[in-house]
T-cell receptor
Framework: GENVEQHPSTLSVQEGDSAVIKCTYSDSASNYFPWYKQELGKRPQLIIDIRSNVGEKKDQRIAVTLNKTAKHFSLHITETQPEDSAVYFC???????FGTGTRLKVLA | DAGVIQSPRHEVTEMGQEVTLRCKPI?????LFWYRQTMMRGLELLIYFNNNVPIDDSGMPEDRFSAKMPNASFSTLKIQPSEPRDSAVYFCASSYGTGVYGYTFGSGTRLTVV
């Protein structure tokens, strides 16, 4: 069946450094790739998304890149700040499937 | 719009009792998803409805779990009988279409079974 794999499961970076989270997917028909951020005790919230007709999208300090041929996409956070600490989830299908999550910790 | 509304926010129940979680999706959204979140297993998709019809319930862990969507504005997830291992946060999410415009999550229900 379809699946979405996400790596790494945990990531610690120094404040100001960059963080990269990667996801791979199996369904070649997937055409929408959102990323969600979940702060402690809160609901997941959409932070950025990309569609299959675009290779890269940026929004201030965050960006997502997509390689449809290789079926993988990545979230890039530059100039990380303590408030970026959270769990990040990717999704890559129309059927509600999410990756297993990455716990990002930004060290001050 | 008030967003996706879940109730209750917290539920503590004794093992063996029936538990019913409720969800009201965003008006106009025609897809609804139930998730279970634990530290060990992350965000698990339990069941997905499209136009009130269950499309994929392969994530429902056991026959003790059941979900219904009697109309476009209401869904329930029922656990009967509940067990301590069901303790988790249960999220409901809705979307327009089949998620290609993003999912909006409710605040979740934190279930504790003692």
């Amino acid at each position: 069946g379809e699946n979405v794999e996400q790596h790494p499961s945990t990531l610690s970076v120094q404040e100001g450094d960059s963080a990269v989270i990667k996801c791979t997917y199996s369904d070649s028909a997937s055409n929408y790739f959102p990323w969600y951020k979940q702060e402690l005790g809160k609901r997941p919230q959409l932070i950025i998304d990309i569609r299959s007709n675009v290779g890269e999208k940026k929004d201030q300090r965050i960006a997502v890149t997509l390689n449809k041929t290789a079926k993988h996409f990545s979230l890039h956070i530059t100039e990380t700040q303590p408030e970026d600490s959270a769990v990040y989830f990717c999704a890559a299908s129309s059927w509600g499937l999410f990756g297993t999550g990455t716990r990002l910790k930004v060290l001050a | 719009d008030a967003g996706v509304i879940q109730s209750p926010r917290h539920e503590v129940t004794e093992m063996g009792q029936e538990v019913t979680l409720r969800c009201k999706p965003i008006s106009g959204h025609n897809s609804l998803f139930w998730y279970r979140q634990t530290m060990m297993r992350g965000l698990e998709l339990l069941i997905y409805f499209n136009n009130n019809v269950p499309i994929d319930d392969s994530g429902m862990p056991e026959d003790r779990f059941s979900a219904k969507m009697p109309n476009a504005s209401f869904s329930t997830l029922k656990i009967q009988p509940s067990e301590p291992r069901d303790s988790a946060v249960y999220f409901c999410a809705s979307s327009y279409g089949t998620g290609v415009y993003g999912y909006t999550f409710g605040s979740g229900t934190r279930l504790t079974v003692v």
